[in-house]
């Protein structure tokens, strides 16, 4: 059974950090394009971040020099590190996991989420001004 497990997320206030994590089961990372999304009531989910097997990551306008992602095979763990917070990131956060050695697209691509098979529940992330 594939399993994402996202965790970390939390309430902070504007300019804090937070480090969400997103272990999985069932699947090897180190061989997949993984996403990060996060998504607001009310509004479709967006892609925040694309990782490729390689470890090359792609950002979303709204994550560049503020968030970074990286990965740790051994653990089969993602990570999505979240410097200067805004209240604008407030949002529920999933991490995705794609077929083997897919390929992977740039996070705000319309089509990005069809490239991706497998997802977490989520881990929620609040930003007070």
């Known amino acids: 059974e594939v399993q994402l497990v996202e965790s970390g997320g939390g309430s902070v206030q504007a300019g804090g950090s937070l480090r969400l994590s997103c272990t999985a089961s069932?699947?090897?990372?180190?061989?997949?394009?993984m996403g990060w999304f996060r998504q607001i009531p009310g509004k479709e989910r967006e892609g925040v971040s694309t990782?490729?097997?390689?470890?090359?990551?792609n950002y979303a306008d709204s994550a560049k020099g503020r968030f970074t992602v990286s990965k740790d095979n051994a653990k089969n763990t993602l990570y999505l590190q979240m410097n200067s917070l805004k209240p604008e990131d407030t949002a529920m956060y999933y991490c995705?996991?794609?077929?083997?050695?897919?390929?992977?697209?740039?996070?705000?691509?319309?089509?990005?989420?069809?490239?991706?098979?497998?997802w977490g529940q989520g881990t929620q992330v609040t930003v007070s001004s």
């Open positions: 990782t490729d097997n390689n470890g090359s990551t």
């Open positions: 069932g699947v090897t990372i180190s061989s997949r394009c």
């Open positions: 995705a996991a794609s077929p083997r050695f897919a390929r992977c697209p740039r996070p705000t691509l319309p089509s990005v989420e069809a490239t991706f098979r497998y």
